[in-house]
């Protein structure tokens, strides 16, 4: 009996380690794509990662969900973008965008929009303790903010509420490219996070004035690399769910009889992301969280906001 036990007690801890090894393998692969001759994007497990190189060195848009694949963003960022990080940008507080900030050195430029700093220290303030707070973000900003960092211009916008209620757009403007943040789920269920200020109704209209830009290509936060079309057809998909789920509340529906009724037409191809015990943005997920909204079963949190 005992040896029995012994065997499979090993087993278990055999198991364990290969996917301990498997995870953190999965955790640490990142893969590169050009898209203009001066902008990258790093893919991996978190937000994609936007990379500005310039005369001076990189710009660098979020940095994902670990302090070690921080270590690996810099690294790529600074060998491809040819110099040291000038400035690191945080489309948003959520931790798969942010948490590999103390990867960089204490003081390094960090820009968000003010809500995000607060959304940061309310929601996730145990993470930006004292070996964190060196790279929370420093520079913030209401509705616009600019830089220019060797040659090249970065205009950074809050244009309404949507992903949450802080989410900031990256315009490289010199390069025509746009990074969206988590205004964009490329053919991917997006997150919808109403307890920050998240709204699908008014998020239909944040995306018409990140159209009203000029751009040629965009950068989703999350999802490959498209252009103009692939974020209409997002906004189609948000007018659709948003439509459906609000007309059922109007009808008296329930949320299980919403999910029943509600037949999205533009998420044939979308993918569901999964993290088991944790999180899972799927059909339901969507029409669950527009069911609230729209019937303010849940309303964002009172975060307490703080001067710039």
């Not at 920050?196 to 999350?222: C, K, N, Q």
Request: aromatic fraction near 10%; proline fraction near 3%.
């Amino acid at each position: 009996m005992r040896r029995t036990a012994g065997v499979v007690i090993g087993v278990v801890i055999l198991v364990l380690g290969f996917g301990a090894v498997y995870v953190y393998g999965r955790v640490m692969t990142l893969e590169v794509e050009r898209v203009t001759e001066d902008v990258s994007v790093i893919y991996g497990f978190g937000g994609t990662i936007g990379v500005l190189g310039t005369k001076r060195g990189v710009v660098i848009v979020d940095t994902m969900t670990f302090m070690a694949q921080g270590r690996r963003i810099r690294e790529l960022a600074e060998r491809i973008g040819g110099g040291p990080t000038q400035a690191v940008i945080n489309t948003h507080y959520h931790l798969d965008h942010t948490h590999g900030n103390p990867a960089f050195a204490a003081g390094t430029k960090v820009v968000s929009t003010q809500r995000t700093r607060d959304y940061l220290m309310f929601f996730d303030a145990d993470y930006w303790d004292e070996d964190a707070a060196g790279t929370v973000p420093n520079v913030t900003f209401d509705d616009r903010h600019e830089l220019v960092i060797g040659g090249k211009t970065i205009r950074l916008y809050h244009l309404g509420r949507g992903h949450t209620g802080g989410d900031l757009v990256v315009l490289f403007k010199d390069d025509r490219v746009i990074h969206t943040g988590d205004l964009f789920f490329n053919h991917r269920y997006p997150n919808i996070d109403l307890e920050a200020g998240g709204s699908v109704r008014l998020w239909i209209e944040t995306l018409d004035r990140i159209l009203a830009i000029d751009f040629d290509e965009i950068i989703p936060g999350h999802g490959t690399v498209t252009d103009r079309e692939g974020l209409e057809a997002f906004q189609r998909f948000l007018q659709d769910l948003w439509t459906q789920a609000s007309d059922a509340v109007a009808a008296g529906k329930t949320l299980r009889e919403t999910l029943a009724a509600v037949e999205l037409r533009y998420d044939e191809d979308y993918e569901i992301f999964s993290v088991p015990f944790v999180m899972r943005l799927d059909r339901d997920f969507v029409v669950r969280r527009a069911w609230e909204e729209a019937s303010r079963a849940v309303l964002p949190a009172a975060v307490p906001v703080s001067g710039p």
